[in-house]
């Protein structure tokens, strides 16, 4: 079957995503019957082009990491709205930046795509945490399907494994860590060593941005604390809904205190049910060593999910990074396309 895709965003999971296309394109084809061609990228920084007969993917990803625009490989004068709404693209994959404050330019991408009846697949934790329940509508209402599995662990398939293998059971309670930043910053600051110093070496890692707010003040956690509010509990939760508190004010004494009685600080995303309500809070907490998420170290991510007739269940697995995020955007294209 010939997928034809257009990218929206040809950042660094952008640019992972077609690394894996390019790698897997004979495998894709014999395993799952998919014959992919890509038809337009648009990203502000690199170039907004498009080409019926099929971009270069290739050559596309190699400019862009030697830092070179993407222009010669196809017509310009698109831009992300015309790829969106008049394309030949069967799928649509956003990927620009996260935005929490009001989902854009993301979530007009999506409804713009899905309203052009094109299948979306995205990373962007934005337009899912706002507007999920919305954009599920459209997508059912123009036939087409919306995959969002890398907005929560990235490529470790928290959605799918709750949705699908645990399909059937009653979520009471998922909690964990989902971002590897903060858990990074904690786990270092048990060596005695300061918030300050350490969040300095996760920025000179990448694991930190230059603006390490998003991570650090729990808000990146929020947005997909959201989303699995949203998605596997079905509540109807808004920011406002979702108590949040960072890591900032954690000292080397509160970290050293937790040590002496045998517990670790982690900052935890987690949902629950109070009756037929539905609440979610991300805050740090202590936890035991009796407890999974008392081992997850560094920039790891993991998911405990409560349920009523199998008890616990754990995932670990990585929760960021370009090919990690990438493949996440391959298992939706297979769920969508593939025989």
């Known amino acids: 079957m010939e997928v034809k895709i257009g990218f929206i965003g ?4 952008g640019r992972g995503f077609a690394e894996i296309l390019v790698n897997k394109k004979e495998y894709l084809s014999e395993r799952y019957g998919i014959e992919w061609k890509v038809v337009a990228i648009a990203d502000p ?3 907004m082009i498009h080409n019926p007969d099929g971009i270069d993917l290739k050559k ?6 030697s830092g070179q625009k993407i222009e010669s ?3 310009t004068g ?10 030949e693209a069967d799928v649509i994959v956003e990927v ?3 935005n929490i404050k009001n989902g854009e330019p993301g979530l007009t991408h999506i409804r713009e795509a899905l309203s052009a009846k094109k299948h979306v697949i995205t990373t962007n934790k934005g337009p899912i945490a706002l507007a999920y329940k919305e954009l599920k509508a459209l997508a059912d209402s123009n036939g087409v399907k919306l995959g969002f599995e890398g907005t929560v662990l990235a490529g470790t398939p928290a959605l799918n494994l709750a949705r699908w293998p645990l399909g059937g059971v009653y979520f009471e309670e998922v909690r964990g860590i989902v971002n590897g930043t903060t858990n990074y910053i904690l786990t270092n600051m048990e060596a005695g060593r300061s918030y300050e110093e350490v969040l300095k070496e996760a920025q000179k890692l990448g694991y930190a941005e230059a603006d390490p707010t998003a991570d650090v003040e729990g808000f990146d956690a929020m947005a997909k604390v959201l989303i699995l509010a949203n998605v596997l509990f079905d509540a109807n939760l808004k920011v406002d809904d979702v108590e949040r508190v960072g890591i ?6 509160d970290i050293e205190k937790a040590k002496s009685e045998g517990k670790r600080w982690k900052l935890l995303a987690k949902v629950w049910r109070e009756g037929d309500v539905v609440k979610a809070k991300v805050s740090p907490e202590m936890v035991g060593k009796n ?3 008392f081992h997850i170290m560094g920039v790891t991510n993991a998911l405990v999910f409560k349920t009523d007739h199998l008890g616990e269940v754990t995932i670990i697995g990585p929760g960021a990074g370009r090919t990690a995020t990438g493949h996440a955007l391959l298992a939706d294209l297979i769920e969508i396309f593939g025989r």
């Open 45 to 47: 920084v690199w170039g």
């Open 78 to 87: 698109w831009d992300s709205i015309k790829v969106a709404r008049e394309s």
């Open 10 to 13: 040809f950042g660094t999971v």
């Open 291 to 293: 407890d999974p998420l």
């Open 248 to 253: 900032t004010h954690l000292t080397v004494e």
């Open 73 to 75: 490989l196809g017509e």
């Open 96 to 98: 620009t930046p996260t």
């Open 60 to 65: 596309a990803v190699e400019l862009v990491d």
